[in-house]
């Protein structure tokens, strides 16, 4: 299946992403959150006392959000919204304090599982919900429509009226307790017995994610967790599993986990050091959730790049599947629409509706623990659930916009080799120039011969050969 190219828009598929100093500067994010305060501070909530909105913001301990997040906190305050500064924070964290502190809007400063010199600028809507494409437009007009009029941002409102700034760092503990509260009581910790290594990548996650898995019960190994601003996702977390599959055999672990750089995600590792990703922990949920009668709607929201194998899980356990394009705002919408409470990605994005409005890492990894606990399997065991199809993905750099008939026959003549058992994408990149080309099929030699045949054509359509 070929998806049509993306329009150009400043806002990718998570936020505004760039290298740090080069595409996303200082003066962006001042002149970008003063945009958004305009847009998200029009008829939010406000404080008796000084009758201004309201913004919560955090950010991952990388070097460059220091001078961000200074440049963000004085846009929204120059425009006369209060912030409340949380510092360094899972990017869940920001979207459950947005809600519980009856803020206006979240602005996060993460690059996600991006490398130390990128990051990215990302706004919650009231109540912690990703924003719509229409919003995220009208903050883009609003920067443009500003930088046409005056050059850069200007202050201009009186001194009483500009927004104070706050440190609210001890909120973190609002939303650890709120994790805590999403598991079921019981006279044992839900986790009290499992030795778990838990890889922080060195990231937003590194206090958070181990102080929670202690609370809860678990014996915990932390790697992962000395950030210095610049180890970021680098050989850790989410993005490169072998450090945590090593570490849980070394040390005789029941289960491994590892989050990514701002923690909305995270994969996991049994005792033998196999990998689980978000597809697996999906499986495992969303049967729990249906046989406890807490699966609404009795179906889960997946994207189009969701395993073959995860379709034929789910057909055997009777649980309905619902796609959406790739990207979890899209996963989140659609559970909204249809009030569905369990989507995710195989990236380990994983959206659990009845306690989070976007994906959380670190309540996935409690969830995804306390069911495996609850049952008294091993994490291998409970992986075997749902049968994994090989999977090849490969990058073709290129405008996305020259995708056209010459890729739609060669994904057909590609279809046609597979048989019928297997499935092909074909989508550009929301944060790259490149297009992303997925094929799975039951013979993963198979699966190699496609892709490679496949990527050729659409290397020679790209550049008109």
């Known amino acids: 299946m070929a998806e049509a190219g993306q329009r150009s828009r400043l806002f990718g598929t ?15 994010a001042l002149d970008l959150s003063a945009a958004a305060a305009a847009v998200l501070g029009r008829g939010g909530p406000r404080r008796p006392a000084a009758a201004r909105p309201v913004a919560v913001v955090g950010r991952d301990p990388r070097a460059s959000g220091e001078f961000l997040e200074a440049a963000v906190v004085a846009g929204l305050a120059s425009s006369g919204v209060d912030v409340l500064r949380l510092g360094v924070i899972p ?28 990051n990215g600028i990302k ?41 104070r700034v706050s440190d609210a760092a001890a909120e973190h503990e609002r939303y650890l307790d709120h994790l805590l509260a999403t598991l079921p009581d019981h006279p044992q910790p839900p986790l009290a017995g499992l030795r778990v290594v838990a890889d922080c990548a060195h990231g937003a ?53 590892a989050y990514d750089g701002d923690a909305d995600r995270c ?25 406890a009668g807490r699966l609404a709607g009795g179906a889960v929201v997946v994207t189009v790049m969701s395993n073959q194998g995860f379709h034929l899980a789910m057909r055997d356990a009777g649980i309905a599947v619902i796609e959406t394009p790739v990207g979890d705002k899209h ?35 409690l969830q995804l623990l306390a069911a495996v606990n609850r049952h008294g399997v091993p994490m291998a065991a409970a992986a075997k659930m749902m049968p994994k199809y090989p999977q090849v993905l490969v990058n073709v750099p ?30 550009p990149s929301g944060t790259e120039p490149k297009i ?11 699966a190699e011969r496609v892709i490679g045949q496949l990527a050729e054509e659409v290397r020679r359509a790209l550049t008109g050969q």
Do not use: W
Request: hydrophobic fraction near 45%.
């Open 91 to 118: 990017t869940p964290g920001v979207a459950y304090l947005t809600g519980a502190l009856d803020a206006a809007f979240g602005v996060v400063i993460s690059a996600s599982h991006n490398p130390a010199a990128d």
């Open 123 to 163: 706004f919650f809507g009231r109540g912690g919900v990703k924003l719509p494409d229409a919003t995220e437009d009208a903050i883009e007009a609003q920067l443009r429509a500003a930088a046409a009029g005056a050059g850069a941002h200007e202050a201009a409102l009186p001194p009483a009226e500009f927004g």
């Open 398 to 427: 290129g405008d996305a916009s020259r995708l056209g008939p010459r890729t739609d026959a060669a994904v057909r003549r590609a279809e046609a080799q597979l048989g019928g058992d297997g499935r092909i994408l074909v989508r």
């Open 331 to 365: 996963v989140s919408a659609a559970m909204r629409d249809g009030g569905y409470v369990l989507g995710g990605e195989q990236s380990g994005h994983i959206i659990m509706g009845e306690h989070a409005t976007t994906g959380d890492g670190v309540l996935t990894s």
């Open 14 to 28: 998570d936020g505004v992403r760039g290298v740090a100093g080069h595409e996303l500067t200082g003066g962006l």
């Open 436 to 446: 992303r080309l997925m094929i799975q099929a039951r013979d993963a030699a198979l």
């Open 205 to 257: 996650a590194y206090q958070i994610a181990p102080r929670t898995l202690r609370r809860a019960g678990a014996e915990v190994i932390t790697i992962g967790a000395e950030p210095d601003g610049l180890n970021i996702n680098e050989g850790c977390g989410s993005t490169a599993l072998g450090t945590l599959c090593a570490a849980v055999v070394e040390h005789g672990a029941d289960a491994g986990i």
């Open 267 to 291: 994969l996991a590792v049994d005792a033998d050091g196999q990998p689980l990703d978000g597809d697996q922990i999906l499986t495992i949920l969303a049967t729990g959730m249906k046989e």
